[in-house]
């Protein structure tokens, strides 16, 4: 059964930076799949933060785009979020999907 696995999450100060993992578990047919990151801050509702296309493409909402990058890792079934320059506002759970599933999240705070 498909699954996808978030990690990476964590604490980091204004201006820093994080690297988040979306791995593939279960489905062996990753390189079909276009993979997406959202991010949910307390209160808001989610938000589209990224996608990585199975041409290794990739677009970005305007709170990504310039701090942000995708990676796409074929070999590994893995879809990494490089993010940097990190602000309080980025705070949040952030989510990866499918066009079938969602990741349970992981927890990305900017604080100082």
């Known amino acids: 059964q498909l699954k996808l696995v978030e990690s990476g999450g964590g604490l980091v100060q204004p201006g820093g930076s994080l690297r988040l993992f979306c791995s593939l578990l279960?489905?062996?047919?990753?390189?079909?799949?276009?993979i997406s990151w959202h991010r949910q801050a307390p209160g808001k509702q989610r938000e589209w933060v990224a996608t990585?296309?199975?041409?290794?493409?990739?677009n970005y909402a305007d709170l990504a785009r310039g701090r942000f990058t995708l990676y796409r890792d074929n070999a590994n079934h893995m879809v990494i979020l490089q993010m940097t320059r990190l602000k309080p506002g980025d705070t949040g759970v952030y989510y990866c999907?499918?066009?079938?599933?969602w990741g349970q999240g992981t927890q990305v705070t900017v604080s100082s």
């Open positions: 999907k499918n066009t079938t599933a």
């Open positions: 990585s296309f199975t041409d290794h493409d990739a």
């Open positions: 279960g489905d062996s047919r990753f390189t079909e799949y276009s």
